[in-house]
């Protein structure tokens, strides 16, 4: 596709280059690639970095499919435009006409089907022949703007009757120079009746597959290089026209590139270098251009200084090939250009720092950022995620040597917000990653459960939960949702562990302990303390047996039952048994020993 005349680098192109994504690709080593008879290499090189240029693509072409009508009979073929803009096409015109449609023929409508195709439908009814026509793609809408190309085919309109004709080729197969990578189609197209039947070779070897007037190429290379034939064959005989397919080599002429533009380290010397080969006795001229000037070089080399590759000499940088075998002019001063913008990578004057953040806060990294143009800055978590980005406006171009303090926030941090974060700034030079920082989460604030329980009115009782998270931690007990202080039975009211000393049964109830610290605060679980009077005991002899019991027991509990002859003695209690208290809660203990002539009393303790 033909850029319409420039001769200044748009500024258009400099407004995008803060949103383009960085590409770079490893193009492939220089090969020495031989010319078939008839046909030649066009080659790039360059020293020190990949040239590249926005040349046309010469690979572009019209095709239209099937190639021939005839009188009468409903017709249905499609125009297809091939070339490395191909994809970028977003309106065509016909004689000056947007499509639309357009009355190709009598009897025969063109109309637009999208991207790079046209369909032709309708039954021929005019003047037998050949119809020639001009195709103009654009990738503007409404045929106006940005890129254009402009190619032409025929369609050939036959009669229906008469008797058999022999093949003519009426639309010769055209030479066509492509770029390496580019997608090639090929197009003729022979009168005849029966309707000849096509097929392709490569010089003398039979391209299986190809059965049609048109050729596609996908993605051409230096071997794709050489005569093509198209042959048209039918009961009366062959036909057949044969055209030169010359590739060319360009390092840098990525042909999805935006303007193919090249975008060069400011202040490292290059050398853009220029090749065409087709025979040994060819003789080739250069002459190279800068914005369309002449800068007086004539050889098929341009080196650049490192002080004439700043950024105030970025532009266009044109080379135009002429060659001449014998008496013919085969490359007739066709022009590529190729656009550099020089620049400055970005760098990091000083590191962003380790961050301690509670869930919740707004977590801001920073960092100064040095020379560069047109930066990009990612915030990447652990090397991977992606948080944060923004785009920055050029720096000085003439020098790279502003300098930025630059903050990215992390808002609302969670737990899972802990990690290493590095900045990644990129531009169209180059790339530079941060060290790592760390951002470090304070840890959760949780508690345990205190534990509910059941005890005798007398007891003591003890609660204690045990916290974790950042310290220090403050604590407040409360019963039944209400906040306790320190006095009487109760102490350790704003500690971790609450004291009832002794309990009675109006202390039961629930208890639970809030833990504060600097992250928040948690609310424990409620245990619930239940405190029951000591049970009353009953005492009853059958035979020589003493049966001591009682019920509201606390169970498992332990107990013990003692006896004493004599109650003035204090230490006269001696333990008859020691037991636990069922589920149930019922105490009941018989004393089978009790048959003496001594009076005994008997007294239960609970530990």
Known sequence: MKLKTRNRLSLAVAGLLPFMPILRST?????????????????????????????ISRASSVAISPPS?????????????????????????????????????????????????????GTPSGTLGTVPFTVTVYDGYSCTGGLTDTRSTSLIIQNSGGGPVAPSMTVAPQSTLAQVGSDVLLSGGASGNPTPKYYWKQGISLISGATNNTLLISGAQLADAGVYTLYASNSQGQANSACDLTMALTPGSNILALLYTNYFVAGTPVTMSSLITNVPSGVNTYSWQYNNSSIGVTTSNLSLTAAQTVPSK???????????????????NQQYNSYWIFGYPPS??????????????????????????????FLYQNQTNLVAQTNLPAYNPATGASTTNLSLTIANVTQASQGSYTFVVTNFWGSITSSAASLTMASPLSVTAPQSQTNYAGKNVSLSVTASGAAPFAYQWQKGGVGLANGGAISGATTNALSIAPAMVTDSGSYQVIVTNTVGSVTSSVAVVSIVPVPQFAASLAGNNVTLSAAGGVAGSNYVVQVSTNLANPAGWAPLQTNVVPPNGSITFTDTNSATSVERFYRVQFP
């Open 27 to 55: 193009l492939p080593a220089m090969e020495s690639a031989g010319s078939p008879t008839g046909a030649w290499v066009l080659r790039w090189t360059v020293g020190v970095a990949i040239c590249g240029y926005d040349a």
């Open 69 to 121: 009508a005839t009188i009468g009979v409903p017709y249905s073929g499609t125009v297809t435009y091939s070339g490395g803009h191909a994809g970028a096409v977003v309106s065509m015109s016909v004689a000056g006409s947007c499509l639309g449609s357009h009355t190709l023929a009598p009897g025969l409508t063109m109309t637009y089907s999208g991207v790079n195709t046209a369909n032709v439908i």
């Open 314 to 332: 970025s532009g266009t940088y044109s080379v135009t090939f002429n060659s001449v075998v014998g008496s013919t002019t085969v490359v007739d």
């Open 348 to 377: 990091i004057a000083s590191q962003p720092a380790a961050q301690n953040a509670n869930p919740g806060d707004n977590v801001t990294f920073s960092f100064t950022l040095g020379g560069g143009n047109y930066p990009a800055v």
